[in-house]
C-alpha cells in the first residue's frame, strides 16, 4: 500500500506570509495527487487536484506541484480564512489513503 | 448544486450491524463513482471506499475490508455502506463524497455532512 506522509505536522505563521507543506508518498503516484482544506467545524474542500490543478473557486494564492513522490502545497500571502488542517491524497490507487495532515496557524 | 446528505448514523454495540445512506442531488449521480471517507473525532481523514458509477469497480481501505459493503442504486441517486461486526475503532464521523470526473475514480470534488457512527458498549 502507498503511505503518505506531510510536514510539518504544524505551522504557526503570520498573515501575509508564505506557507509551504510538504506530501510525500512512498511509492511514484505520478500526479494523482490531491490537496483537501478543512477548515475547523467543517467537512473537507478540495482545493487542488493532479497535483497541480487548482479547483474552481478557490484563490490564487493557492498552489500545488510535484510529481511522482514529493509535492507541496503553497499559500504565497496567508490570509486569517486560511486557518485550517490540510491533507495531500494519492488516489493513483486504492487505498486512497489521505496524509496525516498539516495544521496551520496564525501567527 | 451537488447535495449529499448522510443518514443512519448513530450509537451500535461493538460486533453489531449498521447501514449508512447517502442521498444525492444536483448531478447526474449514475455517471460519477462515489467514496466514502471517516474521520474519527479530532482526528484525520481515513478513507474508506469507492464505487465506480456503474458499481463494477469497488475498493476498500484494508481497516475494513470483509467487514464493510459499498453499494449504490442510481434509479434512487443513491449510496450506501452496509458495516458488520463493527469495533470500537469505527466510531468516526462518516462522509460520503462525490469523486470529481465523470466516469473514473479520482479526488473527491464534494462532501456531505457526514453522519456519526458512534461503536460503544
Known amino acids: 500500500d502507498i503511505q503518505m506522509t506531510q510536514s510539518p505536522s504544524s505551522l504557526s505563521a503570520s498573515v501575509g506570509d508564505r506557507v509551504t507543506i510538504t506530501c510525500r508518498a512512498s511509492q511514484d503516484i505520478y500526479n494523482f495527487l490531491a490537496w483537501y482544506q478543512q477548515k475547523p467545524g467543517n467537512v473537507p474542500n478540495i482545493l487542488i487536484y493532479?497535483?497541480?490543478t487548482l479547483e474552481s473557486g478557490v484563490p490564487s494564492r493557492f498552489s500545488g506541484s510535484g510529481f511522482g513522490t514529493h509535492f507541496t502545497l503553497t499559500i504565497t500571502s496567508l490570509q486569517p480564512e486560511d486557518v485550517a488542517i490540510y491533507y495531500c491524497q494519492n488516489y493513483k490507487s486504492a487505498p486512497r489513503t489521505f496524509g496525516p495532515g498539516t495544521k496551520v496557524e496564525i501567527k | 448544486e451537488v447535495h449529499l446528505v448522510e443518514s443512519g448514523g448513530g450509537l451500535v454495540q461493538p460486533g453489531r450491524s449498521l447501514r449508512l445512506s447517502c442521498a444525492a442531488s444536483g448531478f447526474d449521480f449514475n455517471n460519477y463513482a462515489m467514496h466514502w471517507v471517516r474521520q474519527a473525532p479530532g482526528k484525520g481523514l481515513e478513507w474508506v471506499s469507492n464505487i465506480s458509477w456503474d458499481g463494477d469497480r469497488i475498493e476498500y481501505a484494508d481497516s475494513v475490508k470483509g467487514r464493510f459493503t459499498i453499494s449504490r442504486d442510481n434509479a434512487k441517486n443513491s449510496l450506501y455502506l452496509h458495516m458488520s461486526s463493527l469495533r470500537v475503532e469505527d466510531t468516526a464521523f462518516y462522509y460520503c463524497?462525490?469523486?470529481?470526473?465523470?466516469?473514473?475514480?479520482?479526488?473527491?470534488?464534494?462532501w456531505g455532512q457526514g453522519t456519526l457512527v458512534t461503536v460503544s458498549s
Open positions: 493532479a497535483a497541480s
Open positions: 463524497a462525490r469523486d470529481s470526473l465523470r466516469g473514473s475514480i479520482t479526488s473527491l470534488s464534494s
